[in-house]
């Protein structure tokens, strides 16, 4: 009797230890996952937190191109509330003064698994046009199968109406040099041509193409004297010249010489010095003063 009663005491005891053995195991393994879970939920909240509080416009669309979501920045800036484009695509922003070939190259690039960049010029809710550069890319699946696509896109407007004012300032201080009845010639801080005028051309006798490149001393020829003792050498050499103009001696083309009046300004380009002269034939009033004198 005794013997028997150890032996279902025994049997009890290892059946519990066993028992305890596999809830620990369980245990630790049901602590993993909500480790686990708990360490996905909070990088969950941080990128939800990164696309809500994000300076750029986001928008998430289903593999068809309907919008899912989009982030209080997207209605910011389109006016659009998230419940309003919900269910509809993206062409509710469209100006119409994008061509339509670039939207079939956007869709055949996002389509084939690959990320799309451009600029877009878009339309608000209240009809205002402004303009994103857009960045479009494709979400897969474990199976590697395209279920969404995230876009985002950065309001460029103010950049692009800079740029504008910049062209238009550009092309009206090209079309004042174009039409100004001085030479005005571009130099390097190497003495080399960079740019060369038509009245330049006027005076000189040179076609542009045979100047630019070429050493200034080609027209001023006193600007290849190595002690700098010209006008023209001496500012070239020295980056802190104040000089607001003087006489030089130019040539022509044909080889041969005449007087010219020539200020010299400078600027940087933000690596080196350019210099830009502003000059004229002066051959016309010192024959004057010749003649004057004779008389």
Known sequence: V???????????????RQESVQEKRLRQRLEKQITERRVMETKLRKLSLA???????????DSDGLIEYANPRFTAVSGYSEEEVRGKTPALLKSGDVPRTTFD???????SGKTWRGELKNRTKDGTVYWDHVSISPLKDEQGQITHFIGIQTNITELRNTEEKLRESNNRVRAI????????ITVDHKGCIESFNPAAERIFGYPRREVIGREISLLIPSAADGEGSSYFARYVQSSRAQVS????????????TFPMHLAVGECQDG?????????????????????????
């Not at 005794?2 to 519990?16: D, G, N, P």
């Not at 040099?177 to 005005?184: F, Q």
């Open 2 to 16: 005794a013997t028997l009663a150890a032996y279902f005491v025994l049997r009890r005891y290892f059946m519990l």
């Open 51 to 61: 696309v809500e509080q994000s300076p750029n416009s986001i928008i998430i669309t």
């Open 105 to 111: 190259v956007l869709w055949e690039t996002i389509k």
């Open 177 to 184: 040099v174009e039409t100004a009845a001085e030479g005005i």
């Open 245 to 256: 103009g003087a006489e030089l001696i130019g040539r022509r083309s044909d080889g041969s």
């Open 271 to 295: 690596v080196d010095s350019l210099f830009a002269g502003i000059g004229r034939d002066i051959s016309g009033g010192k024959r004057m003063e010749s003649a004057l004198r004779d008389e």
